[in-house]
């Protein structure tokens, strides 16, 4: 399976990104899927995760915050992020949860700063 995220950016505190992860190869749908992320200097965290069934769960850190969402037709998951923080910035991935079974794609940078 093939992951490839994108949408990340350069955003000032308090701003917004939308990131999508596609996945290919595999039966998608019948996986948790979910978003993690590795800032400098850190062990890669999970931010949140979304069942096949679209059940969600989130950090402490990004509750309120960040909306994990998915669409099986397309294979996608995504993750809407608003009111975001300095210390939001990380290279964000996806891959399924809690346990990681696929290969890591490369990520998207995501900066918060001013």
Do not use: H
Request: charged share 15%; hydrophobic share 35%; glycine share 10%.
């Amino acid at each position: 399976v093939q992951l490839v995220e994108s949408g990340g950016g350069l955003v000032q505190p308090g701003g917004s990104l939308r990131l999508s992860c596609v996945a290919s190869g595999s039966i998608f749908s019948d996986y948790t899927m979910g978003w993690y992320r590795q800032a400098p200097g850190k062990q890669r965290e999970s931010v949140a995760r979304i069942t096949s069934s679209g059940i969600t769960n989130y950090a402490d850190s990004v509750k309120g915050r960040f909306t994990i969402s998915r669409d099986n037709a397309k294979n996608m998951v995504y993750l809407q992020m608003n009111s975001l923080k300095p210390e939001d910035t990380a290279v964000y991935y996806c891959n399924t949860a809690p346990a990681v079974i696929w290969s890591w794609g490369q990520g998207t940078q995501v900066t918060v700063s001013s």
